[in-house]
């Protein structure tokens, strides 16, 4: 009893004291450490409609910045306590929001790290339907952030979104064009030219993913046109992770890589046009393993058979 009477005096201060900010801002840390991992607190805050009123604090237009921030990094703590907060909040409308505060550059870095943070709380573990409904999002994310990507300063907040991109890559069982080609963008936008995004997506696992994947696809890339359109996406995305850092590059021998990128050339489904990126990214392996040579006269004898 007294800790729905708790939560109802809080979110009556953040009701009436709209024109004190640090009041605000400590009601809600208060209403995150009494829901934090407590899924029945989740539940009365819920009921009397505080989570509703936590997420308009986020997206007010006359809420201090500092509440706003602190309401996104509530919501996530909510979501993650609770399964049914976080499908009240996996709405069309939250995701175009979130997408919104990242694409607007007029919004502070802290709260677009936080939108980020609230949006890989809603989509992890979730169910099959909810990746689907965040995959539409994500095409348009994919769209709206590439400028974002490109800055030094948006990388880093880009490099949050790692692990769950990396489950996502595992968990396609039967991986398809439309979604592997917005995940991968995503991913050589962040990593590009930037050893330490590049360093971060490997220490998460990812680039061990991409490459198991890649080894998986590319066997079969002979018979499947399929499986040789996701190994070229794969293939361009390696070398975006791996350009200009050989620490990196050498370690993608244990997998294999460079015999895959080998078979993937000679398969009848490639396109011509995606030959060179296949051959730069052989490239960036050989060198960094020491085969240079072999590569050399394996380009030489690939260019006299394209040629005759």
């Known amino acids: 009893f007294s800790i729905k009477t708790d939560l109802s005096l809080l979110l009556e201060c953040l009701k009436f004291q709209m024109k004190c900010p640090d009041l605000q801002k400590q009601a809600l ?69 979130l997408a919104d505060c990242l694409m607007n550059e007029d919004i502070p870095l802290k709260q677009k790290r936080l939108s980020v943070y609230l949006l890989l709380v809603l989509v992890a573990n979730n169910t099959q339907k909810l990746f689907f409904l965040f995959f539409v999002f994500f095409c348009f994310f994919c769209s709206v952030i590439s400028f974002f990507c490109i800055a030094e300063e948006g990388q880093r907040i880009c490099v949050a979104a790692f692990p769950v991109i990396k489950i996502w890559l595992q968990q396609l069982t039967f991986p398809q064009t439309e979604i592997f080609q917005p995940i991968c963008t995503f991913i050589a936008m962040t990593v590009a030219n930037n050893s330490c995004v590049q360093e971060s997506f490997s220490a998460c696992g990812g680039l061990e993913t991409l490459a198991l994947t890649l080894g998986r696809l590319a066997s079969a890339a002979d018979t499947s046109l399929l ?82």
Do not use: W
């Not at 009123?53 to 909510?78: C, M, Q, R, W």
């Not at 995305?237 to 015999?259: E, K, P, R």
């Open 29 to 97: 840390l208060t209403i995150h450490s009494i829901c934090e991992k407590r899924e029945d607190n989740v539940d009365l805050l819920r009921e009397m409609g505080g989570v509703a009123f936590v997420y308009n604090l986020s997206k007010s237009s006359i809420v201090h910045p500092d509440v706003k921030e602190t309401a996104l990094f509530t919501l996530g703590t909510l979501a993650e306590a609770n399964v049914y907060c976080k499908n009240s909040l996996c709405k069309n409308e939250i995701f175009a929001d």
């Open 227 to 308: 499986s040789c359109q996701l190994s070229v996406i794969i293939s361009k995305t390696l070398s975006a992770c791996i350009t200009d850092n050989s620490s990196l590059a050498s370690g993608l021998a244990q997998y294999g890589v460079v015999l895959h990128l080998f078979s993937l050339l000679a398969s009848p489904h490639l396109d011509p046009e995606d030959r060179l990126p296949i051959l730069l990214s052989l490239g960036y392996c050989t060198e960094a393993s020491g085969a240079t040579a072999l590569f050399f006269f394996f380009c030489l004898k690939y260019i006299f058979q394209f040629i005759s």
